[in-house]
């Protein structure tokens, strides 16, 4: 059953169907909240849903269910492709997330690419703010993920999300999704000591409280500050253990699902990095 302080779980494939599939390996996994595409990762193909499939998923109550959007979303891009695409993209994985009562949606900060900040953060307002309105009741909120600072990045560091927020009117259906790894990658030392409790107080005071919906967790395989979004598994990269342990700790990350994006074929080492954080949960 999901712990009532942090569910712990992990993206799962939905080879064999998204509900059958997926909520088979989130068994094998012990996961007791689970993050899948609804479309694909690295295309604008936006496939219809299958009824029966989406109502497993919405009548389980026992596992809490995340979008991912595809990679390529770019509400920074100077390309009109790209920015109707991205739109088309996002408001079918609200839609396809409201199917299956997914309770997030998570979607990249993206790129200003070639143009300047102002301009793509204009585009942000503009294609982003309907889409907040669009949102059902009882709908998905959208949850803004944080890059790991490569390239001309909208926003890398905590600090960056209070622009966001601010251009898109604290939103009240806006929530962020904080990756560990993109983070560390970013320059937030996780691993020094109070590191990851010094950095979801940054968080908190750029968006307020109440707006962290999500936990990316993923140790890293490079350096602080490297700005190389290079996932590793828990303990096993130079974040470590510990950090994580600190996040659950935290006010800020109180009843937050940590989901993982670690590593490794099969289910055994995604098993693996579920229990190490809930054991890290509740030592």
């Not at 064999?16 to 094998?28: C, D, M, N, S, V």
């Not at 809490?64 to 891009?77: D, I, K, Q, R």
Request: a negative charge.
């Amino acid at each position: 059953m999901t712990s009532s302080n942090n569910p712990v779980g992990g993206h799962v494939p939905v080879a064999g169907g998204l509900a059958t599939g997926g909520l088979k390996y989130a068994a094998e996994i012990g996961a007791e909240t689970v993050q899948v595409f609804v479309s694909n990762p690295r295309g604008w193909a936006l496939p219809e849903g299958k009824p029966a499939e989406d109502a497993k998923l919405r009548e389980r109550d026992d596992v809490t269910v995340y979008v991912h959007t595809p990679y390529l979303v770019n509400f920074g891009s100077p390309s009109e492709e790209t920015l109707a695409k991205s739109v088309a993209t996002v408001r079918h994985s609200l839609l396809r997330g409201h199917a299956i009562g997914a309770r997030g949606v998570v979607v990249h900060t993206g790129s200003a690419v070639t143009q300047s900040y102002d301009e793509a953060m204009k585009q942000v307002r503009e294609h982003v703010l309907p889409l907040l309105e669009e949102i059902p009741e009882g709908g998905p909120d959208l949850l803004l993920e944080p890059m790991a600072g490569q390239g001309n990045m909208l926003c890398a560091k905590v600090q960056d999300l209070g622009e966001f927020f601010e251009r898109l009117d604290h939103h009240p259906r806006l929530g962020v999704c904080f990756d560990t790894c993109h983070a560390f990658a970013a320059g937030h030392d996780l691993a020094a000591p109070g590191g990851a409790a010094r950095t979801m107080d940054e968080l908190v005071a750029a968006v307020g409280e109440n707006r962290l919906k999500l936990v990316h967790a993923n140790d890293s395989k490079d350096a602080c500050g490297s700005a190389k979004d290079r996932h590793e598994n828990i303990g096993a990269g130079r974040i470590g253990e510990e950090p994580f342990a600190e996040l659950f700790r935290h006010p800020a990350v109180a009843g937050v699902p940590f989901v993982i994006e670690t590593p490794g074929r099969g289910a055994e080492p995604h098993a693996k990095d579920v229990a190490t954080l809930k054991r890290l949960r509740d030592g």
